[in-house]
């Protein structure tokens, strides 16, 4: 009888709902870009996926940029945005690689997305606080390592790439 009961317990502790099970996931993207067609290169992340503790749906992204493009990002700091992509923008994007993220480290990233956000002033800076080191910052929190070389800091695709080739524990190969 005993070993009925146990049997019993077993079955409907399976049967029962547990505890919510989350992933969520960054996505490192870079935008080729065309000055031509009045779109830069810009690299930025999405966060997408489920997040353990609460079972909300994430479903975001953000990048890093001047709040508008003139003649000024080329003379220092300008107004800064942080903005979000549209669907259909993303699809043409090249996504690079993934991390998987726990809920503490999405909070941190959303945490950090928004001091970039309401930093007072003017941060963004061509040569100094760009897209890139935007989404090298998400990357150093999750223990990458991130370096900025002069000759790619206005090219994301290829920033990218170095950035997955710092970190062979990605496995990612060169886009």
């Given at each position: 009888?005993?070993g009925?009961?146990k049997r019993l317990?077993?079955?409907?502790?399976?049967a029962?709902?547990?505890?919510?099970?989350?992933?969520?996931?960054i996505?490192f993207?870079?935008?080729?870009?065309?000055?031509m067609?009045g779109?830069?290169p810009?690299?930025?992340?999405v966060?997408?996926?489920?997040?353990?503790e609460?079972?909300a749906?994430?479903?975001?992204n953000y990048?890093?940029?001047?709040?508008?493009v003139?003649?000024?990002?080329?003379?220092?700091?300008?107004?800064h945005?942080?903005?979000?992509e549209?669907?259909?923008?993303?699809?043409r994007?090249?996504r690079?690689?993934t991390?998987?993220?726990?809920?503490?480290?999405?909070r941190?990233?959303v945490?950090?997305?928004?001091?970039?956000?309401?930093?007072?002033?003017?941060h963004?800076?061509?040569?100094?606080r760009?897209?890139?080191?935007?989404?090298?910052?998400?990357?150093?929190?999750?223990?990458?390592?991130?370096?900025?070389?002069?000759?790619?800091?206005?090219?994301?695709?290829?920033?990218?790439?170095h950035?997955a080739?710092?970190?062979?524990r990605l496995?990612?190969r060169?886009?």
């Amino acid at each position: 009888m005993l070993g009925l009961l146990k049997r019993l317990v077993l079955v409907l502790a399976l049967a029962l709902p547990g505890p919510v099970l989350g992933e969520v996931r960054i996505h490192f993207h870079s935008f080729n870009g065309s000055v031509m067609f009045g779109r830069y290169p810009h690299t930025f992340i999405v966060l997408d996926g489920t997040l353990e503790e609460t079972g909300a749906v994430v479903n975001e992204n953000y990048g890093f940029s001047a709040r508008s493009v003139s003649p000024a990002v080329l003379r220092g700091p300008v107004e800064h945005i942080v903005f979000t992509e549209k669907p259909e923008q993303i699809r043409r994007t090249n996504r690079h690689f993934t991390l998987t993220l726990t809920d503490a480290q999405y909070r941190r990233i959303v945490a950090e997305v928004e001091a970039w956000r309401s930093a007072p002033g003017r941060h963004y800076d061509l040569d100094t606080r760009n897209c890139i080191h935007f989404v090298g910052r998400m990357a150093e929190l999750l223990g990458l390592k991130v370096d900025y070389p002069a000759d790619m800091l206005r090219r994301p695709k290829k920033w990218l790439n170095h950035i997955a080739a710092l970190n062979p524990r990605l496995g990612v190969r060169p886009l």
